[in-house]
């Protein structure tokens, strides 16, 4: 009858180790269905991310065109002051002339 008894405990203790080890590899499953899920997550977030934000290359040739409309713009203002100082000196001389007029004819 021992010998029963012995085999009935170590049969008792072997089915509680197989009911932990089921019990242990459910627990994993839902912690790797979890960690799946926060990374599933985290891959949708960087790819919206990464939607929203603008390439090097397309940052590049952005600047690119801008520091070519600022050369642009510096150009046409140099311009323009060459042209109003020329005005400028323009008139000076017709002033210069009227006043020379002026006085030879009074």
Do not use: P, W
């Not at 940052?59 to 600022?70: A, T």
């Not at 150009?75 to 006085?103: D, H, M, P, R, W």
């Amino acid at each position: 009858m021992s010998d029963n008894n012995s085999i009935e405990v170590r049969l008792a203790r072997l089915e509680e180790r197989v009911k932990s080890f089921d019990l242990a590899r459910e627990l994993q499953a839902k912690e790797y269905a979890r960690r799946l899920d926060e990374l599933n997550h985290a891959h949708e977030r960087a790819v919206a991310d990464r939607a929203g934000t603008v390439t090097r290359t397309v940052c590049d040739l952005r600047h690119s065109v801008i520091d070519g409309k600022v050369s642009e713009l510096k150009e046409n203002q140099a311009i323009s002051k060459g042209k109003s100082l020329a005005y400028a000196f323009g008139i000076t001389i017709v002033l210069a002339l009227l006043a020379l007029i002026l006085k030879v004819f009074k």
